[in-house]
């Protein structure tokens, strides 16, 4: 039974990784729907659990190693910690001063004045609420795997849609009103997490980080800001400004999103977003 377990385990690795991060962090919201109590949420560990358990099944002690090893992987460029860190902040932001453009309320200045608590809360959110827990199994299991014969693109896409739809619990009853900015924008944030993996050898480190500012900035410090319809406009500017950011990362060629994925390099890549060079013309044959 258990040889058969395996055996299923090992030709189904990422549907298998999907089932046990489902169960393992719905578990607290599919007891509390058959028994009527009040759900508890998301456990973000679930894609993490998920990881190590179907490595573990399908390629040993070794495999499992190194991909807990992607986790502390902080040997890359000092531009894409500026990129992991910075961009997050600066769409965030972004999008809460167009809000206020449009007509929202300006937040109290007893509000603004929180921003020393963001590096305080910034590690908290980096370990208990979701980047941890999460990205192991987004970008350090499954983007790998889907990559194989498919565009970065593709696969960037499809973890989007894994990832938007493995919040499901939270998008019937906290979400609800935003479900759709927020599937845009985890979505198009899938292609940025894409790029920063091939841009830095698979580091799943660089990963939480950006996942951590977003939602240190975005959700602890700027969305509690808002209420009511100003909310949902903040969600929806966010989006597209996450979007208009998957769209250039996208028409960047290096490394290219569109071509067939490959392995990214384990040394990580220092390369800028720049037009190819021009081809020069053939040199004339000589008669």
Known sequence: MLQRALGLVRRWPSATFLVVSCLWSWRGWLAALATGGTSPGIDPFGPLVAAVLVTAATEGRRATARLLRRLVQWRVAWHWYAF????????????????????????????????????????????????????LGWRGFLLPRLRQGRSELAAALAVGVIWAGWHLPLLLTNLRAEWVPFLVSVTAASILFARL????????????????????????YLSPMFTGADSIHLAWLRAGLYALAAAVATACPRPDLTSPGRAASPRGSARRCRPPPPRRPPAATPR
Do not use: C, K, Y
């Open 84 to 135: 992991a860190l910075g961009l997050p902040v600066v769409l965030s932001l972004a999008a809460g001063v167009a809000t206020v453009a449009l007509g929202a309320p300006r937040p109290a200045a007893e509000q603004l004045a929180r921003w020393p608590e963001l590096f305080l809360a910034f590690p908290v959110v980096l370990a208990i609420a979701g980047p941890l827990g999460e990205e």
């Open 197 to 220: 993996d091939a841009a830095t050898g698979g580091s799943v480190l660089l990963a939480m980080l950006f996942h951590a500012a977003q939602n240190t900035v975005g959700g602890e």
